[in-house]
């Protein structure tokens, strides 16, 4: 820990950078085009129990659905060259690659869980849970976007293999779009935005600001760093020794 950090009281009205403006733009991208897929999708799965309503709109949920699709698409080389080109993807993708740390930060957390610690893991800036997410959103989007092209491009499929494979594309397609619909509602969305004392809204993915009191708390490690990256020198009047 830096030998200097500010006032307990100025943490709650200091506030940094969580996350920048194209970080935020492709968050939001994001939202948008799994939210239209989502929406436009799972009603095939169920377009018996739709009947005539799912048969009546299926021409504009194919040409909705098949866009957002090209959107996450396009959405996905944007991201793929903004980590592998730009200073700050590079930082970003650094920051959010799983390590050794993790391990050991998780079977802490399940002690702090447990009552066997009174203090919870000093996360960087990206905790295990994020990290998975992260994974989880490149890894389902892959499948989703290779499923959907071989189901939209369905000709050139059955040309290159069995109508089998192509079955199992479509089973494939249907149920990762239910785990990500799950894993949202059950999972992001609780521990984001629902979960006591965040309620009713993080506002970090609109604004992309974080006060200090919350990265001390969360991000112990990137408070840390902060501290040092501000080179703070001791004041008597606004600064206290740490601990």
């Known amino acids: 820990m830096p030998e200097w950090e500010p006032l307990e009281r100025d943490l709650h009205r200091i506030t940094v950078t969580r996350f920048s403006r194209s970080a935020r733009i492709q968050h939001i991208v994001l939202i948008a085009t799994f939210t239209i897929l989502i929406v436009t999708g799972l009603p095939v799965l169920v377009a018996e129990a739709g009947g005539g309503i799912v048969r009546g ?33 590079r930082r970003e993708f650094g920051s959010i690659l799983p390590r050794f740390k993790d391990l050991t930060d998780l079977a802490h957390f399940v002690r702090y869980q447990l009552g066997r610690t009174d203090e919870p893991p000093p996360y960087g800036k990206y905790d295990p849970f ?11 989007s892959l499948i989703m976007v290779v499923t959907g092209l071989m189901m939209w491009f369905f000709e050139l499929t059955f040309q290159l293999f069995p109508k089998w494979a192509y079955d199992l594309v479509r089973l ?19 521990n984001v935005h629902l979960k006591p004392g ?30 040092r990256e501000q080179s703070m020198q001791p004041d008597p009047t606004d600064a206290r020794p740490a601990g």
Do not use: C
């Open 57 to 89: 709109l299926f021409a504009v949920r194919t040409l909705l659905h098949h866009g957002a699709g090209v959107a996450l698409i396009g959405l996905g080389i944007y991201h793929t060259v903004w980590i592998s080109f730009t200073d700050e993807g």
């Open 130 to 140: 994020e990290k998975f997410e992260y994974l989880a959103v490149v890894w389902g």
């Open 172 to 190: 494939i397609h249907g149920y990762e779009a239910i785990l990500a619909f799950l894993a949202i509602i059950l999972g992001h969305l609780y």
């Open 198 to 227: 965040v309620w009713p809204m993080n506002r970090v993915w609109l604004d992309g600001k974080m006060t200090l009191k919350e990265l001390k708390a969360h991000h112990p490690l990137q408070y840390e760093h902060w501290l």
